[in-house]
Structures are given as structure tokens and as C-alpha cells.
């Protein structure tokens, strides 16, 4: 029995045949695609599935949806399918059963086990259903897609989540969990792909010496269990003869993926600017020439009563940020849109 692909990851690289040739299933990449697999072209349940998928298709398509069926028929039988009974979904072919086994889809005496997957624009599995009865199957799938698509409309989920805040619990945070944030920093985009980031992350001793350099304001992050020092020099990354130095940009991004990662673990991760920066730099050994950009305190929420009474009211604050119309412009700088 395999595991089948997994759930909210990337679907595996593969391909399926078509009448035409070799489909690979990142070619469907910025639509939705549901992926269903039937036993057998032409047997009763198999008919009524893709007449139900067919029947609904308009639907799926208003959602940015392709609808294809997998079975391991030749793409000749399947084409015979469709044909027979004017079915509008479209059919592939799996002969050797590699993308059946690739999800799980295929029992253990080589046949298929019906079941369908939900698969989002960027061709991470979203949903499965590992075993399904066609009554009812195919206005499910609508549903779920429904609700998948409406979800994505908005402003993803980690982005309106994350905040500044600094109200940090006495609790450690896992050498595992700060490594996943490293790789998710040094998975941001760079000019060149220089990766001007230097991270160095503060624990123990170094940590306590490194606090010795925070501002009075910044009295909260005392409390930290950790946190990263992003360092970067000019000629890390592009300079380009107008002035553009790329180094403190790229650092930037590098950050906002950290800080992305931290709030899907459910941690704090708050860049500052309120530290001596020498005495910052001497605390991990960093380099006089370079840069230290930010310190991105990190930890576990906590209890706001640590906090100063500014501090506990933002903490609990709903976002202030300028109209949007006063920072972004549509076709000319400064051209107001109407934004509520
Ligand atoms: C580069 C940078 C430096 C910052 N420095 C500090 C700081 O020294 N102390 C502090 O309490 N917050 C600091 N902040 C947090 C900001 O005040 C906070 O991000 C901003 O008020 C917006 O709030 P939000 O992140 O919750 O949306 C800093 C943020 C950035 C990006």
C-alpha cells in the first residue's frame, strides 16, 4: 500500500498519455485541476462519474478548473469512451499504473481504486477523496473547489496573520523550527541569485550578550529565546551605475519569507532597528564592514501583562497602515484608485 502523494505538498513531477502524446501534470499549473481515477472506460459506475463531471463542467471551468480522468485504458479505448457517450471532460491514460501508485490510487491487484484529488493552481494536493461512490461525487468536488477558490481570492492567510507583536512566553524554541525558518530565508529571490543574506542565529550566551545591545524601547525582546542577526555588505549583491545597491533588498525578502515561515509555525519572528549596532556585532563576531540590518527576535506568544501599556494596547491593536491609495498608483505615479 503506498502513502498516496501528500497533502498540501507540491504533486509529484509526472506524465500521462494522451491521444496526442505525453500530458505531465505541471503543464495544468495556474488552474485548478481535479484529477479523478475510475477503473474502467465504458462500465456503468465509470459512465455515470464522467457524465456527472461532464455535466457540471461549466461550473469547474468558471472556477479556473480542468476536470481530467485518469484510468489505465489506452488513450484509443478512452477516446471511444468519450466519443460513445459526448463526454466533455478530459481523458489520460496511465497504462503502467506509475501515476495511479504515485497517489495511492491503485489496489492492490493492480486495478484502480476510484478516487479523486484536488489539486490548486500551483499544483499542491489540497484535498483528496481516497475512496469514492459516484452518487454525488462530482457536486462535492464542485463544493470543495468552491470553497478552495473562494479562500485563495483573498490575501493569503500567514500575510494577514503576522504581526510585530511582543509578548513572548518563557519557552524554547526548537533548533528544528529555527532551521525551517533559515531555508525558507535563503529561499527568497535575489538580484543574480547573490544570496546577499548572512544570518546568524543568537542562542545561549551569545544571545545574552547580544541583548546587552538592545534600546530601552526594545525591553520586550529580553525575553526572547532566540533570535537571527541578518548582516550584509554592498558588494554581496548587485550595484547597478544609478545607485541601486540590491544587498539591503534582497536581505529584506530573505526576512519576509523568515517571518512568513515563523507564523505558520505559530512563532513571533519581529524584525527591530532598536539596538547598538557595534556592540551587536562584537556580541556574534560579525565583521566591522559588514552591515547588521535587523536582529528578528523570535519566540512563542505569550502573556501581554509583560508588556508596557503602549506595548499591551498595540499588541491586542487592529492593523494601521495607510490608505492603500496613498501608496499604490495605477499607471502613473501619484494617480489615486478608488480603494475602499
Ligand atoms: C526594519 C524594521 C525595524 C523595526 N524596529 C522595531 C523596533 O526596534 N522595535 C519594535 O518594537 N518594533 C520594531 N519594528 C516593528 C514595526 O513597528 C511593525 O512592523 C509595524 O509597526 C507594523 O506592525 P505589524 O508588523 O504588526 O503590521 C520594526 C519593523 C521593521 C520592519
New binding site residues.
Given amino acids: 500500500m503506498t502513502m498516496g502523494a501528500r497533502l498540501f505538498q507540491p504533486v509529484p513531477e509526472l506524465a500521462l498519455q494522451g491521444r496526442d502524446g505525453e500530458v505531465r501534470l505541471s503543464s495544468f499549473r495556474g488552474r485548478y485541476l481535479v484529477l479523478y481515477f475510475f477503473p474502467k472506460a465504458g462500465t456503468p459506475g465509470c459512465t455515470r462519474e464522467a457524465q456527472d463531471f461532464t455535466s457540471l463542467l461549466p461550473e469547474f471551468s468558471r472556477l479556473d478548473a480542468q476536470v481530467v480522468g485518469v484510468s489505465r485504458d489506452g488513450p484509443e479505448a478512452q477516446a471511444r469512451f468519450v466519443d460513445k457517450y459526448g463526454l466533455k471532460v478530459t481523458m489520460l491514460s496511465d497504462p503502467q499504473g506509475e501515476v495511479h501508485r504515485a497517489f495511492g490510487a491503485l489496489k492492490e491487484g493492480g486495478g484502480a481504486q476510484r478516487s479523486t484529488f484536488l489539486i490548486d493552481r500551483v499544483g499542491v494536493l489540497r484535498y483528496r477523496w481516497p475512496k469514492v461512490r459516484v452518487e454525488g461525487h462530482a457536486q462535492e468536488v464542485l463544493t470543495m473547489l468552491r470553497a478552495l477558490y473562494e479562500a485563495d481570492q483573498q490575501v493569503n492567510p500567514l500575510i494577514q496573520a ?5 509578548a513572548l512566553a518563557n519557552r524554547p524554541v526548537p533548533e528544528s523550527a529555527i532551521l525551517a525558518l533559515l531555508e525558507a530565508a535563503h529561499l527568497a529571490p535575489s538580484c543574480f541569485n547573490n544570496q546577499p543574506w548572512r544570518l546568524v542565529v543568537a542562542t545561549g550566551e551569545a544571545l545574552e550578550e547580544l541583548k546587552e545591545a538592545l ?1 530601552g ?2 525591553y ?2 529580553r525575553r526572547a529565546p532566540a533570535m537571527v542577526a541578518v548582516a550584509s555588505q554592498r558588494d554581496l549583491d548587485c550595484k547597478l551605475s544609478d545607485g541601486r545597491d540590491y544587498f539591503l533588498f534582497g536581505c ?1 525578502m530573505a ?1 519576509g519569507f523568515l517571518m512568513l515561515q515563523a507564523t505558520q509555525l505559530g512563532l513571533i519572528a ?6 547598538d549596532p557595534a556592540k551587536a556585532k562584537e556580541a556574534l563576531g560579525i565583521p566591522d564592514d559588514y552591515v547588521l ?2 536582529l528578528v527576535v523570535l519566540g512563542w506568544p505569550g502573556d501581554p501583562a509583560v508588556l508596557s501599556d503602549k ?1 499591551r494596547e ?1 499588541e491586542s491593536s487592529p ?3 495607510k490608505p492603500l491609495s496613498e501608496v499604490a498608483f495605477w499607471n502613473r505615479f501619484g494617480q489615486g484608485m478608488e480603494v475602499e
Fill in positions: 503576522r504581526r510585530a507583536r511582543r534600546t524601547g526594545n520586550w525582546a529584506g526576512v519581529h524584525p527591530i532597528a532598536g539596538y540590518i535587523t506595548h498595540l492593523r494601521d497602515r
